[in-house]
């Protein structure tokens, strides 16, 4: 064992939150026994082709020089260039890493698109840093991952702790460091940048929106509405806030918040748009926001509503909390929210979960728009995207929907079925090199 896996190890076993690796194989498994996967390509879909970590050395404001570790793991590619985003967390680990990846790859595989799967980001408490400190980090990860992504090979995205912002800085330190006449023709090894450097627009609501639809999409195959429906929101990052949004506009009802910092509620309603200003002169926080009364976090899962969306980390709902779940719908905003045992809990309960790969997809089908654009060097407008977006996003939900229904299985499970069985018929048709 290398130094740096044993310290990885030591690393991990210190982290409360985890066994994010365990839960995404359980959920492949399952769903590979449902479908006779064919033994070869199930040993190679529960590996990932390639890891990358990198140390690399940064000079903070203040002259001293910390090292950080970046990661980059890359599942599958059968499919299409690797695809998913790069998370900026304490939680990061090789670990994470890996799973995070293998639910792109199911992710992209279910929404049709071209792509295969990959995650990584930087083990670090971005709020402990300055926006010039975290800006030479991740020029300094750009340059450390070097030609291990790229725009027909591996294209990075924002996700937890990572915006617009962080996006620009990777395409530029990118671009700067291509031969001069490839430049401006790499704008696409990174998807989610500001509209101003390549980015689409709509980009930044596409996941809250894609979750906000999936939740108005089962509603009426079960005859039901939004307006005066309660939702409880974990995360109010790009996603809560976005789904929030939409689902406000439709009548529903947002009753309570939790963030890194605190948990609100007020089951007569919290404005999402007040909310979202007060957490913008709040240091991105919803702690004490005046119109709603503190909770008690432990106590989040268990408030009076009828649909729950946690959209910020994975391992939220487990078998300490599932039980005490009010809601009768999970949408899946987050990736991995729901652990295998917290799921079982859940689904013996008659709980409904819409999926991660499922829910939350509506961003990484944003990104693709993104990278078409740039590709093809167009500029696309708002309304032309969303009406793109909703499209897809509708077949997915349909797809899933329809094969649950029919094999009388949960959306999981369904949505594992029919993203397992596309890479499987590309396996079958291409072989396996020599
Ligand atoms: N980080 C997002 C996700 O988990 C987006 C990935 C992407 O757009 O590539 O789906």
Redesign the pocket.
């Known amino acids: 064992m290398t130094p740096i896996t044993a310290e990885l190890k030591k690393e991990t076993k210190n982290i409360p939150v985890r066994g994010m690796m365990d839960n995404v194989m359980e959920q492949f498994n399952s769903a590979a026994d449902q479908i006779n996967l064919h033994p070869n390509i199930r040993k190679i879909l529960s590996i990932t082709n390639n890891e990358i970590i990198v140390n690399f050395p940064v000079k903070m404001d203040n002259g001293d020089v910390e090292i950080f570790t970046g990661y980059r793991v890359q599942h599958n590619n059968a499919l299409g260039p690797y695809?998913?985003?790069l998370?900026y967390h304490p939680t990061v680990d090789i670990d994470a890493a890996r799973a995070?990846a293998m639910?792109?790859t199911w992710?992209t595989s279910l929404a049709g698109l071209p792509y295969g799967g990959g995650?990584g980001g930087i083990k670090l408490d971005p709020s402990k840093y300055s926006l010039s400190e975290l800006e030479r980090i991740t020029r300094r990860f750009t340059f450390a991952l070097a030609d291990n992504i790229g725009p027909e090979h591996d294209?990075?995205?924002?996700?937890v702790n990572t915006n617009s912002q962080t996006m620009a800085w990777i395409a530029d330190t990118y671009m700067s460091t291509r031969p001069p006449a490839e430049r401006t023709a790499n704008q696409h090894v990174v998807?989610?940048k500001p509209d101003a450097s390549g980015g689409l627009e709509g980009r930044d609501r596409a996941?809250g929106y894609g979750v906000y639809l999936s939740i108005k999409l089962w509603s009426e195959k079960n005859n039901r509405t939004l307006e005066g429906k309660k939702f409880i929101v974990q995360g109010f990052g790009n996603v809560g806030y976005w789904a929030a949004h939409f689902l406000e506009k439709d009548g529903a009802r947002l009753v309570a918040v939790q963030d890194a910092f605190g948990s609100i509620q007020n089951q007569k309603g919290i404005k999402v748009e007040d909310l979202f200003n007060y957490s913008k002169i709040n240091d991105g926080s919803i702690v004490d926001y005046p119109n709603a009364k503190t909770v008690n976090k432990n106590k989040f899962f268990a408030l009076d509503c009828d649909i729950c969306i946690p959209a910020a980390l994975g391992n939220q709902i487990t078998k300490e909390n599932a039980s005490k779940i009010k809601a009768r719908l999970i949408a899946e905003g987050a990736?991995g929210p729901t652990n295998v045992e917290g799921e079982q809990i859940l689904l013996e309960r008659g709980i409904t979960i819409i999926p991660d790969i499922l829910c939350?997809?509506g961003?990484?089908v944003?990104?693709y728009f993104e990278w078409l654009q740039n590709r093809n060097g167009e500029l696309w407008q708002l309304d032309e995207v969303m009406v793109k977006l909703q499209k897809k996003l509708k077949e997915s939900f349909d797809k899933v929907y329809e094969y649950s229904e029919r094999e009388a299985m949960d959306m999981r499970t369904a949505a594992y079925c029919i993203a397992i069985e596309r890479i499987e018929k590309a396996y079958i048709q291409r072989g396996i090199f020599p």
């Open positions: 695809k998913g985003g998370r995070l639910w792109m992710k995650k294209i990075p995205a924002p996700d998807t989610g996941t990736n939350n997809s961003g990484v944003g990104s």
